[in-house]
């Protein structure tokens, strides 16, 4: 994670130059200086997750990561608001760890496929079918289905979390909510029994075990592929490497590979070229719609109006809260 410095232009630009041409970041700057400005005048802080368009990752944020590295960053921040860049579930988490602050959502309709594909009714059912289970759900849901869980999770950190809840509870199995390709890569990897739901990422299950054997053949096999772990079995099998996204940032820059296919959002490889120069990235990738529905523009918007607001009822912060801080501190 890294918290960006405050603005020169220069190095701003020279962060994004292999994705924006001079051009099309001179039309920007405008923008991109209001809410620098704004920032200071409202005390704001932006989060802005690893998918972000690069204007955004390299040019307005003071906090960058996947969705652990921001609901941890998003605890006791001292400003009085904060915009999320990422999606609405993000943002509720950032409300629901900080309810006194003003939490903006650039753009409401900013969904996720996975936090819209359960319920809290359907997490109270698979109690009811399996008494004594503990529930360990994906932070890609919405704040009332974390309130139903005993604990939260990310790609991050699933296999500890799943290990560490099924040993404090003395159970042999967890159900793992919602998306069940993580949930197949978690059991690949741990010997708790894994009870899986039926959600999935729209972008992520996009692709396909021949994506990567045809891009391979393209180098003659000299190339590293990475792979979020909410790719599909085969996908994760065939590439050398899965991770989150912010292990998948580690991983480049630690293992330096020459050539380097991420199995993820387009963003990611974007995002990562100013830090790894020397890399090549080869572009493969889906778009997630969601998003890409955070613009400058409406960033720029919500702290001129301070609106839109993400709002967790009260009976829903302090459960919800129990559960992500309860992911929190496995492993402090
Ligand atoms: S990439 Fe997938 S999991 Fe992430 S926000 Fe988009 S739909 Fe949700």
């Known amino acids: 994670m890294t918290v960006q410095p405050r603005l020169d232009l220069d190095a701003v630009y020279g962060r994004m130059r292999d994705s924006l041409t001079p051009v099309e970041w001179k039309l920007i700057v405008p923008v991109v200086e209001e809410i620098h400005r704004l920032k200071a005048e409202r005390n704001a802080v932006i989060l802005a997750h690893n998918y972000m368009k690069p204007e955004i990752f ?80 994906y932070v890609n849901t919405s704040a009332e289905v974390k309130a139903e869980a005993d604990i939260c999770c990310t790609s991050g950190n699933a296999v500890k979390i799943v290990e560490a809840i099924a040993a404090e509870t003395g159970s042999d199995s967890v159900l793992f909510l919602p998306d069940k390709y993580l949930a197949a890569y978690v059991q690949s990897q741990t010997k708790v029994k894994i009870i899986p739901f039926d959600g999935a990422c729209e972008v992520h299950e996009q692709y396909s075990a021949s994506d990567i054997t045809s891009i391979r053949a393209d180098y003659d096999g000299d190339i590293t592929v990475i792979a979020h772990p909410e790719c599909p079995s085969e996908v994760i099998g065939a590439a050398d490497f899965a ?90």
């Open 58 to 137: 390299h040019g307005v944020a003071d906090i960058v990561g996947d969705s652990l590295a921001l609901a941890q960053k998003a605890v006791g921040t001292e400003a009085d608001v904060i915009v999320m860049a990422g999606v609405h579930f993000m943002a509720e988490t950032a409300k629901v760890l900080n309810p006194h602050k003003v939490v903006l959502m650039p753009d409401m309709r900013a969904g996720c496929s996975l936090a819209d594909s359960i319920t809290a009714a359907d997490v109270r059912a698979l109690r009811a079918k399996h008494p004594g289970v503990p529930v360990c759900v």
């Open 243 to 332: 991770g989150s996204t912010a292990q998948m940032a580690d991983f480049v820059a630690k293992e330096k590979p020459a050539r380097v296919l991420l199995i993820t959002e387009c963003s990611m490889g974007d995002n990562l070229i100013a830090a790894n120069p020397a890399v090549e990235f080869v572009r493969s990738c889906h778009m997630c719609p969601h998003m890409k529905r955070i613009t400058l523009d409406n960033i720029a918007a919500s702290l001129r109006t301070l609106e839109p607001r993400v709002e967790v009822p009260a009976h829903l912060i302090e459960r919800s809260r129990a559960s992500v801080e309860r992911m929190l501190s496995v492993g402090r």
